[in-house]
């Protein structure tokens, strides 16, 4: 058997419908291939998380750190080059299996969407974990806030703000909606923490129809242009208002951490943030 005739029996030697004759040959051929076996295993894998229902998410943010370690590499690759590698990191084994289960939860997220109303601090937490979890995924990967800004232009009528955030790594961002109402999700990592950013227009939110607020966030934010709070389980959400754009920040850091995060992009030239 060669490699060829070997790679179109995976398959079916995974799911144990080759003959004996056939599976011998196909165990001989994979025992020696060392190429074919990592095929034999990869699918072995994949097929075994979707049938026992187990995500294969080792540590929250794998597929962040992933795309971390990437962008090392980022400054030596031209723009069709970044694009690849993003397709490529989706072939990496241990992420198969999460792929496998993204269309499964593209449905779940749009029901999520919805029951979670258009609160934009419940979004912005539901959007968190889907973004850590892997089911979110950027649409433009850049550690460079220049080819972000570029990314999301002329697409949202607020501006997008993509700062650069002292010890934190910026990893990419995505746009999306809610309700017919434009939404920029911008992803940061500081250590090994995911800082997720979600960015609306303030006067949608005012207007409180397609998204909206608690009156208390509503007024804080009106007050003093900050909102904050953390939850129980440990999340903390950051609101502040810049211009007509409405950030929502989540991270799994102490108030004083992600606010201290937030706040170091001021303090460089920044006019924009
Ligand atoms: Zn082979």
């Given at each position: 058997?060669?490699?060829k005739?070997?790679?179109?029996?995976v398959?079916?030697?995974?799911d144990n419908?080759?003959n004996?004759?056939?599976?011998?040959?196909?165990?001989?051929?994979v025992?020696?291939c060392s190429?074919?076996?990592?095929e034999y295993?990869?699918?072995?894998?994949?097929?075994s998380?979707?049938?026992t229902?187990?995500k294969m998410?080792p540590?929250?943010?794998?597929?962040?750190?992933?795309?971390a370690?990437?962008l090392?590499q980022?400054?030596?690759?031209a723009d069709?080059d970044?694009?690849?590698?993003w397709?490529?990191l989706l072939?990496?084994?241990?992420?198969?299996p999460?792929?496998?289960?993204?269309?499964?939860?593209?449905a779940v997220l749009?029901?999520?969407?919805?029951?979670?109303?258009?609160?934009?601090?419940?979004?912005?937490?539901?959007n968190?974990?889907a973004?850590?979890?892997?089911e979110m995924k950027?649409e433009?990967?850049?550690?460079?806030p220049?080819i972000?800004?570029?990314f999301?232009?002329?697409?949202?009528e607020?501006?997008?703000?993509v700062?650069e955030?002292?010890?934190c790594?910026?990893?990419?961002?995505l746009?999306g909606e809610?309700?017919?109402?434009?939404v920029?999700?911008?992803?940061y990592?500081h250590?090994?923490?995911?800082?997720y950013?979600?960015?609306v227009c303030?006067e949608t939110?005012l207007?409180?129809?397609?998204?909206?607020?608690?009156?208390?966030?509503?007024?804080?934010?009106?007050?003093?242009?900050?909102y904050?709070e953390t939850?129980p389980d440990?999340y903390?959400?950051?609101l502040?208002t810049?211009g007509?754009t409405l950030?929502?920040a989540v991270a799994?850091m102490?108030e004083?951490?992600?606010i201290?995060?937030?706040?170091?992009?001021?303090?460089a030239?920044s006019?924009e943030?």
């Open positions: 058997m060669d490699c005739d070997c790679q179109k029996l398959s079916a030697a995974v419908q080759l004996k004759e056939t599976f011998e040959s196909f165990e001989e051929h025992d020696g190429a074919c076996r990592a295993e990869l699918e072995s894998i994949t097929k998380a979707v049938r229902r187990v998410v540590t929250p943010g794998v597929l962040l750190q992933r795309i370690e990437r090392d980022e400054t030596a690759l069709d970044r694009k690849r590698w397709s490529d072939r990496w084994p241990v992420l198969r999460t792929i496998a289960f993204s269309a499964a939860f593209v749009l029901i999520l969407n919805r029951s979670a109303g258009s609160n934009v601090i419940e979004q912005s937490l539901e968190y974990r973004v850590v979890n892997g950027p433009e990967t850049s550690g460079s220049e972000l800004k570029r999301f232009t002329g697409k949202t607020f501006q997008v703000l700062p955030m002292k010890d790594r910026l990893l990419g961002g746009l809610y309700s017919g109402a434009p920029a999700h911008v992803v990592m250590d090994t923490e995911v800082i950013i979600c960015q303030w939110v207007e409180g129809e397609a998204l909206n607020l608690s009156s208390k966030a509503k007024d804080e934010l009106q007050r003093t242009g900050w904050s939850r440990g903390t959400v950051v502040w810049k007509n950030c929502s799994m102490s004083a951490d992600l201290a995060c937030l706040t170091s992009a001021n303090s030239e006019t943030w």
